[in-house]
């Protein structure tokens, strides 16, 4: 079964945003903080410590379902598969995340989602995030 | 960005409430950071009008580097200092440099007067001056606290700089507070933004770019590998720089009780030891760093008769503790806390405000000063009454509060004592190493322990030559302003090396500058020195407080026909630059 991104740690987060940087860097082909599948922000300032917002990896995914145009495609193990060139940037996938982890991009329209391919986990300097199990849950 | 052949500008006018961005090709040649903002401040600055005057503009910039690279996590803010009447800058982190990185600006400029008290709100396509009347008055906590509550854009990618009562009073070492914890600091910037009614700032970075070149993700993870790998990198993690704190003491270089001792008889408990001990809560760091140098502490304050506590965050570094610690004869940790909280929220430099109460203090034990002027009593050690006496600095309560708000050396020559008046060129950084730090700070370009480090030198086992001290300053003034022109964080620098540097630039699609970077700083020093002198600035003037003469630190009593030598000698390279 594939593996799944998860937040295993957040309470080490030091809120360098490496990870972010990463995912755009790497799956985005982008230098950005938007354009990453996963978003770091602070609880309420910066006494309050962090949060990520990621997909996490639903099955059925309601996005995929929401989809007009099977550009989100259910991925086995949870979670969607992007097929870009099917997409409409219609939105739908973002008003469906029940965890708002869908972003629309601004600059481009499409959506902006983890998909959970692991490869932000390297650039995490505190093991904050991991891919786990699908069946892991925190 | 500078790769796609120019810097875009954000050119704001507060009386006005509008903006214009520009693209500026011809730029491109000044780098960024301290190099841009010298540039911009030649373009738009008002070198002989005061330095609150509606028009002097405040000038934030970044680097061609800033967001591409670990640790490039810096934003410079060039300005007219109220403080010293001369050009100055001055640096934070925080996540102020991604912002406005990824809200495509390199530089912002902002000038006018607001005519009642705005905050803005900035971004790669948006611009709002927004009523502030109801912000007016609130420490920097709430401030920003307010501002989140009521802007929803950019959570997790903006940046929130703002002032306090201190700034608002335009006191002349009233600090920015940058995303909590972080601040541009030194030289009142904070009371030019109180000048021009701007309370706050937001910045929120929600572009992208394409990569730049193909080798730029494995420099990058090059980079990465090196910088968490590093053990000169864990040491800024790990206590953080409080680990300056006993190795200063022992070297009998930590100024204490106003410089009239260099050894804290109480420093273990107020050293980073101590605070990792006891005290801290996590580390946090700047947007793209994983570092993680920021250290909170949490301070626990009972305000009941029962088990009844307040519990509050605050950073702690080594200046803020010399400055709220060992320089006003205050311990444990737990106090300094106390009064490191009052600076954040007051907005306050807390460097500044620590030496200048320390003067005071010793002022008041000389019966220069008394209660009617204090209103507090100041002692060695009274944290209480020195936090009441930093809200009395920041509300300008009174007119000796008013004078010391103006700088130690402004009160000093109204009410005498300008012999321990620890200032150089502003007042002093944590360090009382030795006669080229004193020099270095003085003559420094921002007055500042990160110009050159001259701390560095006294602790050689035998002091260098006047020529080698100068050698020795004049090149690491060049190799940091080159850093900080990328805006790379100077605790990088040994992590980008000339070399390593010449690669990210090619990596950026910057090439054209790897090879004459040398050449690039020299002339970028001359022309940020020759704005400074043309904004007043000279350098055979300055001179050195006699309690500098005095001291002991760990090569014995200091040499003061040396450090005369070294001043005289340093002014006139500067002047001759």
Redesign the interface.
């Given at each position: 079964m594939p593996k799944i991104l998860r937040a295993v740690a957040m309470e080490r987060c030091?809120?360098?945003?490496?990870c972010m940087?990463g995912c755009?860097?790497?799956v985005?082909?982008?230098?950005?903080?938007?354009?990453s599948g996963i978003?770091?922000?602070?609880l309420?300032?910066?006494?309050a410590?962090f949060e990520a917002r990621y997909c996490l990896a639903c099955s059925p995914a309601p996005c995929a379902e929401a989809c007009p145009t099977q550009a989100f495609e259910q991925r086995p193990g949870g979670g969607i598969r992007y097929k870009e060139a099917r997409c409409l940037r219609c939105g739908r996938c973002a008003q469906a995340c029940p965890v708002d982890a869908v972003i629309m991009?601004?600059?481009t329209g499409r959506p902006v989602v983890c998909l959970h391919c692991g490869r932000c986990v390297a650039?995490c300097?505190?093991d904050c995030i991991a891919m786990v199990d699908s069946h892991h849950h925190v | 960005m500078l790769n796609q052949g120019y810097a875009r500008i954000m050119e704001i006018n507060l009386h006005t409430r509008k903006c214009a961005v520009l693209e500026r090709e011809d730029l491109v040649e000044k780098l960024g950071g301290s190099g841009l903002a010298a540039a911009l401040y030649r373009e738009y600055g008002l070198p002989g009008e005061d330095a609150l005057a509606e028009d002097q503009p405040l000038i934030l910039t970044i680097g061609p580097l800033t967001g591409l690279f670990p640790l490039m996590s810096k934003a410079v803010l060039g300005f007219k200092s109220p403080y010293s009447g001369h050009y100055a800058e001055t640096h934070a982190g925080g996540r102020l440099a991604l912002a406005l990185r990824y809200a495509k600006l390199d530089a912002v400029i902002i000038r006018g007067q607001a005519s009642h008290p705005v905050y803005l709100v900035l971004g790669d396509r948006d611009f709002a001056c927004k009523d502030a009347r109801h912000l007016w008055g609130m420490d920097t906590t709430m401030t920003a606290r307010t501002i989140r509550n009521s802007e929803p854009s950019g959570r997790g990618r903006r940046s929130i700089l703002r002032i306090g009562q201190a700034g608002e009073n335009q006191v002349r070492y009233a600090c920015i507070n940058v995303d909590t914890f972080r601040h541009f600091g030194r030289l009142g910037a904070g009371a030019v933004m109180g000048a021009k009614r701007l309370k706050a700032l937001m910045v929120v970075g929600d572009g992208s770019f394409p990569l730049p070149g193909a080798d730029y993700q494995k420099l990058y993870r090059d980079i990465y590998r090196q910088v968490t790998a590093s053990s000169a990198m864990k040491k800024y993690h790990d206590l953080g720089t409080p680990v300056n704190v006993l190795n200063l003491n022992g070297l009998q270089s930590l100024p204490t009780r106003n410089l009239q001792s260099t050894r804290f008889e109480a420093a273990e408990k107020i050293s980073g030891e101590y605070f990792a001990e006891k005290l801290l809560l996590r580390q946090i760091a700047c947007s793209g760093c994983p570092v993680g140098c920021i250290h909170i502490g949490l301070l626990r304050e009972k305000f009941g008769e029962e088990h009844e506590y307040a519990y509050k965050q605050v950073s702690y570094d080594h200046e803020p503790i010399f400055a709220a610690g060992s320089m006003l004869g205050v311990s444990p940790g737990e106090e300094v806390m106390v009064l490191l909280e009052q600076a954040e929220k007051c907005g306050l430099d807390i460097i500044s405000c620590g030496v200048a109460l320390a003067w005071a203090t010793e002022a008041s034990q000389e019966g220069l000063i008394g209660i009617n002027e204090t209103l507090v009593p100041l002692s060695f050690g009274s944290t209480e009454n020195y936090r009441q006496a930093m809200g009395h600095i920041s509300s300008r309560s009174n007119e000796f509060y008013h004078l010391l708000g103006e700088g130690t050396l402004v009160a000093a020559n109204q009410y005498g004592g300008t012999d321990y008046a620890c200032v150089l060129g502003q007042e002093m950084a944590g360090y009382a190493t030795g006669p080229v730090f004193f020099v270095s700070q003085a003559l420094g370009f921002r007055s500042s322990h990160l110009d050159t480090a001259g701390y560095q030198l006294d602790q050689e086992k035998e002091l260098p030559t006047v020529e080698q001290a100068l050698e020795y300053l004049v090149n690491e003034e060049k190799q940091r302003l080159l850093l900080t022109s990328m805006v790379a964080c100077l605790f990088a620098r040994n992590i980008y090396t000339r070399e390593i540097l010449s690669s990210a630039l090619e990596s950026a699609g910057l090439s054209r500058f790897s090879g004459d970077l040398e050449e690039r700083a020299a002339a970028l020093c001359r022309e940020r020195w020759q704005l400074k002198k043309d904004t007043g600035f000279e350098p055979s003037q300055v001179t050195l407080p006699r309690r500098f003469y005095q001291v002991t630190t760990l090569n014995g009593p200091l040499p003061g026909p040396y450090m005369d030598k070294l001043l005289q000698e340093y002014a006139r390279l500067i002047e001759e630059m």
């Open positions: 030091i809120g360098c945003y490496s940087l755009a860097r790497q985005h082909d982008s230098l950005s903080m938007i354009r978003q770091v922000r602070s309420g300032g910066l006494t410590g991009d601004r600059e650039f300097p505190h | -």
